[in-house]
């Protein structure tokens, strides 16, 4: 990145970093607890995405259809948002979901799912290479189905694409089940895990 993007850019953290401790500092008497903690998380993944210049605003350049149709984006509209050809990466709140190794490579996958947006959201599989370090840390944090396990990523992706189908079983009884082949809503990206910090159940303002 070049030194006069790279300094705009940090001034464009810090107006971030300075109006979210504004209206921390408003709130604390205000709203109530959960919104103040909300917003000192949100202060604390800023400050994550600083430190390494991630990209906080890859969602707005998916181009979401705000008519509240709920029609999935195209995969490249994904790879531009989130495949950068400098390398920058991208700050992303997602569940955490599995570990695993292959070959010599750890992996560590997280599921991006929003369901309180008024608008439709993709649904994005993260698989990213990390270092055995970033497996103990994650293994320690119990796998539940819900938005309990959240963890604000720094990640830089490789690549965007979706799985032409995947594999849906309707139980008929308790011996067997309907077996049908349908087409993936499922993104899946990949890349490498730069950092990470957990965030309980943040829902997040949509922004990333």
Known sequence: MKNGQGFVSRIGWLVLLFLTLLHCSKVKNGPGERERLKLETEQKILGLAYQYEADTNWLSKVGIDTSGMLVSPYTLQ????????????????AGFRDVMKKGNTYYAVFNYEKYESAFPLPSIRFILSCDSNAV???????????????????????????????????????YGAEIELQTSDTFLATGKLIDFLFVGDYEGSGRF
């Open 78 to 93: 994904l790879q531009r948002a989130l495949v950068k050809s400098d390398g920058q990466p991208v700050v992303v709140v």
């Open 136 to 174: 103990s840390t994650l293994m320690r944090q119990p796998v539940e189905p819900d938005l309990s396990d959240q963890f604000a990523i720094i990640a830089t992706i490789d690549d965007v694409r979706r799985p032409e189908f995947y594999v849906k079983a309707d139980p008929i009884d308790e």
